[in-house]
């Protein structure tokens, strides 16, 4: 035992470092704010409630775990019986990450001595790259599945040069076990890792002698590696194949038709400096130094195959910085995220890495007098600085936000049991990965969902969204598909949403959901009313038994057999049912017989020490401090940065460092300031996203400046863009904003008491007794006064339908309002259906009217008919109307002012504008005023309308029944304007007050 220590020395110390490191991390649960190991966990959960089903329903409406290769799934599955999931990803993580340790060693031994391999794995446990993929982005099948190829390797070898077929069939269970951790792995590591090694091993027979050989060699020489390479290659595609095998069946019947997800590590990296260093500076941190002496040292021995497959890694990690990634992967480059490739380079470089410290600490350091002190010394160095940017990186998730910060979701499971809530699916918006373990808490569905590839709802598909719990991330083309689900909840039994993230609330208001309760984590409860339940038995695809059967146990089936085949020696049964036959066993044996083998790496006694090292060391050191300089050393100030820093930090809320650029004139003081922010409100402070700053210099002087600064926002409801100009003065060396204490005006009546008026609803539960009068949903009576079909072009020119309409609560109780648009053709068959969304004001009091309209574009055919139906519940909600308008009409503009007669802030208001003629409602149009009004407080406002271009009437309404209206194809048509509406057109204005969060 202790021979074996000495031995394998550095390799233990690699462990012990991934034991106290990793280990502690992955205890403390660090991967919490990882990007995926909450995925992971997911699926675990799947497994461990119904290990042989394979649908999914919790997600995208239900899907497949056929999808993704389940080994390191079922491994958290199986532990998760013992354990929390969290732990048992944890201890699974830590195991994958040790086999890789292991991975390493045994590879790097292939190409080089112990001693270089035991500094391979001493510098993968400290390597950036290998923090980088635990604990920032989470991702265990990778690791798993990549160490379980790296222990294949050995074998591999073995069985090429030696043909001992015992060494064939470890190679092909471990090959299969990678694919069953992911099929990724298998595919391109056998281009990457396997065809490279057996390249370095194949041609070197050439120069072996055989008995009997002939006058021509070298072909007869390669001939037995060469019909073992074939029967590996040939065995690892049908392993590929059939271990996986519901995977190629499902991908091939259900294949991902969907638009690609931009990524980031596909961007160019000099104009994206951030992905930059997300993607290749933090990775290659730790292990860049040793890159051109290993690519040199690779292309000058027979190493050449794997030095080439590590360039060919290196460029693919480079994402779209240069063309060459997208040439060699073809479509695939818009599909593969390519962090993984510079993860596998970092890993092929380590064997390289080792050979180069070891030839360094055989090198002779003089003038320093005590070598062996100085070279202990210089390596304990080298992997205290790796450590300590190994500890930094592992800190990226708290110094950095990657996610929100970690959410209790007890409270949120809690409701959703209560009252049987989980019988509707819900979204959550502002959660990020941490929605998917509140899916692996809970039965409830939900229509997102946080793996990709099984998404198949068109809504979600058509657009490059990539969830849309973080929809504002994909700016309007993320909106507009939020908005799809929120305008048409009940398609998708939609009733709740857990909000985490204030940005959505104007939208929500305005679609008509309304707040619940705001739950003891802070997550707010929105609720829609009138949707219906899930259906106690949802559609589902028919899977067969035996695919079912060979999912859920070939991966561990594969898993057991591992330690029987490492342990104990295969027996020597012929592979090939051939054999057997006289007439083959000449030929096969001459083929498969070797000479003596030759050692192909050096040994310690021969090594070459690397030439100059003192040089060497002097370059990296040179270089390390070049790059340290760089990240410490301060940027100049410029009126630009100074605008740009300052506007960031407003947009974080970081309100104090956002003072710090401000030149404080007359006094203005930090309380001041802070005060003023507090009392300021709108849509753009407190629910917009920065997304753009454009400045230009108008004047400058040595110590004086005046910027012009263009500042966009994302809205949920708009994007908004707005000028300022500031004056800059240079103090200390660094340029500040001038800006004096402002006097914010303050209504004389600031206190006051107001009337309300509430309406009691009765309390409903869900039952099975059909006849319990809670059962039954309370709805008023609407009426439908006015629809017409119109057609008119958008901006872009695009012909667009829209149903047009009015309709009138006429009844005694407040109304929560649905109204669905259905087109159909001339044989009645459904074309489209919608609902009205932000066109329609939701909560209507007793005898109050709200206009509708409903878009449609991009029509199959064309509309012989419509209808409209409008439905209502009683709601005691969002009936505030605290907002009266008055309006004067100008040739291009109806100038406003608006009056809050409440004692209520209003925060976001929008204004309601119908326009008519003499056959009813003609047009509606609605914008929103952003800025707040505080109480007893007036704002004037300016609106400009444009009349819709090329207008035309197709059907107006005939006759109504039951808010249900029966339409003729009568067709008028207004010339087309691009005017303000003018009479004989009249209008009506009405206002809508959304007064925060309260």
Not at 787 to 804: D, F, P, Y
Request: glycine share 6%; aromatic share 12%.
């Amino acid at each position: 035992m202790n021979k074996l220590i000495q031995k394998h020395a550095l390799f233990f110390v690699a462990l012990g470092i991934i034991l106290l490191f990793h280990g502690t991390l992955l205890v403390n649960q660090s991967f919490y704010r990882t990007y995926d190991a909450l995925i992971h966990i997911f699926f675990a959960s799947h497994y461990a409630n119904a290990w042989f089903d394979p649908w999914e329903p919790r997600w995208y409406t239900g899907f497949t775990v056929f999808s993704y290769p389940p080994l390191s799934h079922q491994l958290i599955a199986l532990l998760s019986w013992f354990m929390d999931l969290r732990l048992a990803f944890g201890l699974v993580q830590f195991g994958a990450i040790c086999v890789l340790a292991l991975g390493i060693y045994r590879f790097s031994q292939l190409l080089g001595s112990t001693t270089a391999a035991g500094l391979a794995s001493l510098l993968f446990a400290v390597s950036s790259s290998l923090t980088q993929t635990v604990h920032v982005y989470g991702q265990l099948p990778t690791i798993l599945s990549l160490g379980l190829l790296l222990n294949a390797l050995p074998f591999l070898v073995d069985y090429i040069r030696f043909g001992r077929k015992q060494h064939l069939y470890k190679a092909l269970i471990l090959v299969a076990a990678t694919t069953t951790a992911h099929h990724v792995t298998t595919i391109f590591g056998s281009v990457f890792f396997i065809l490279p090694l057996m390249v370095a091993f194949w041609l070197p027979t050439a120069k072996q002698a055989r008995p009997l050989e002939p006058s021509t060699p070298t072909f007869y020489r390669m001939l037995p590696t060469t019909y073992r390479s074939v029967i590996f290659l040939g065995c690892t595609v049908v392993f590929l194949v059939l271990t996986v095998l519901p995977y190629w069946l499902w991908s091939r019947n259900d294949p991902i038709t969907q638009t690609p997800i931009p990524h980031a590590s596909r961007d160019n990296f000099i104009q994206n400096p951030n992905a930059g260093l997300l993607f290749f500076v933090i990775p290659w941190s730790s292990l860049i130094v040793f890159l051109p002496n290993a690519i040199s040292h690779a292309l000058r021995s027979w190493r050449w195959a794997i030095g080439i497959s590590l360039m060919l890694l290196f460029i693919l990690g480079t994402g779209g910085t240069t063309p060459l990634p997208k040439l060699m992967l073809g479509p695939a480059f818009d599909i593969l995220t390519l962090e993984r490739f510079t993860f596998w380079a970092t890993i092929l470089i380590l064997p390289f890495a080792g050979i180069s410290l070891e030839r360094l600490l055989h090198s002779d350091l003089s003038p320093f007098s005590d070598q062996r002190q100085f070279k202990l010394l210089l390596l304990l160095g080298g992997v205290a600085v790796s450590l300590g940017i190994a500890i930094y990186i592992s800190g990226m998730t708290r110094l950095r936000q990657f996610q929100p910060e970690p959410i209790n979701v007890q409270p949120i499971v809690e409701f959703i049991n209560k009252d049987e809530h989980w019988r509707y699916r819900y979204l959550t918006l502002g959660f990020g990965d941490q929605m998917a373990w509140l899916s692996a808490n809970t039965k409830a569905q939900t229509p997102d969902g946080n793996y990709h590839s099984a998404r198949r709802l068109i809504e979600l598909t058509k657009t490059s969204v990539e969830r849309l719990d973080g929809a504002k991330f994909r700016g309007v083309d993320g909106i507009g598909s939020l908005e799809e689900f929120l305008t048409n909840p009940e398609r998708f039994h939609l009733k709740f949403i857990f909000s985490n993230d204030t940005f959505y609330d104007p939208l929500l208001f305005f679609m008509g959901w309304h707040k619940v309760i705001r739950l003891e984590n802070g997550i707010m409860v929105w609720e829609r009313e009138d949707i219906p339940p899930l259906p106690e038995r949802l559609p589902r695809p028919v899977i067969d038994l035996w695919q079912r059967i060979v999912w859920g146990s070939l991966p561990m089936l594969i898993l057991g057999l591992l330690p029987l085949v490492l342990i104990r020696q295969a027996k020597p049964d012929r592979l090939y049912f051939w054999h057997r036959y006289t007439w083959g066993k000449g030929w096969l044996r001459r083929l498969k017989a070797d000479s003596s083998p030759r050692q192909l790496v050096e040994s310690e006694a021969t090594f070459q020490p690397i030439r100059r090292p003192r040089v060497w060391l002097g370059l990296s050191g040179l270089v390390g401090l070049v790059l340290l300089g760089v990240w410490l050393y301060p940027t100049p100030s410029t009126p630009e940065k100074t605008i740009q820093a300052y506007w960031n930090d407003l947009d974080f809320g970081r309100f104090s460092q956002s003072f710090d650029y401000i030149s404080k004139q007359q006094g203005l003081t930090l309380e001041r300031y802070l005060l003023e922010r507090s009392i300021r409100g709108g849509l753009i402070v407190n629910y917009a996203k920065l997304s753009e700053i454009k400045t230009t210099i108008i004047s400058s002087s040595a110590n004086q400046a005046v910027v012009q600064a263009e500042i966009s926002w994302l809205t949920s409801l708009s994007t908004l863009t707005r000028r300022f100009v500031y004056q800059m003065v240079l103090e200390a060396g660094a340029w500040k904003i001038k800006q004096s204490p402002s006097v914010l005006p303050r209504p004389t009546k600031r206190f006051f008491t107001e009337p309300a008026l509430e309406y009691d609803r009765a309390p409903r539960r869900l039952t099975t007794l059909t006849s319990d009068a809670r059962d039954i949903l309370d709805r008023p009576q609407l009426e439908v006064i006015s629809a017409r079909l119109v057609t008119w072009k958008n901006t872009t020119g695009q012909l667009v339908w829209s149903v047009i309409g009015e309709l009138e609560n006429i009844d005694a109780r407040p109304a929560d309002c649905t109204v669905t648009v259905v087109l159909r053709d001339q044989y009645q068959r459904q074309i489209a259906q919608s609902n009205a969304g932000m066109t329609l004001l939701h909560k209507l009091l007793p005898g109050e009217r709200t206009a509708f309209r409903v878009d449609f574009t991009a029509l199959s055919a064309p509309i012989n008919d419509f209808e409209v139906i409008a439905k209502a519940v009683v709601t005691q909600t969002d009936l505030e109307r605290p907002l009266a308008i008055w309006v004067k009409q100008k040739p291009d503009r109806f100038e406003a002012q608006i009056s809050n007669l409440s004692n209520q802030n209003v925060v976001v208001s929008r204004a309601f504008f119908h326009f008519y003629d003499a056959s009813g409602l003609a047009w509606s149009e609605n914008q929103i005023i952003e800025n707040q009004i505080p109480p007893s407080s007036s704002l004037r406002h300016s609106f400009v309308l444009t009349t819709p271009k090329e207008y035309r009437v197709l059907a107006i309404q005939r006759q109504v029944t039951d808010a249900r209206v029966v339409f003729d194809n009568k067709t008028a048509q207004r010339p087309a304007s691009t005017t303000v509406f003018n009479l004989p057109w009249s209008y009506r204005i009405q206002m809508q007050a959304f007064l925060g969060t309260r």
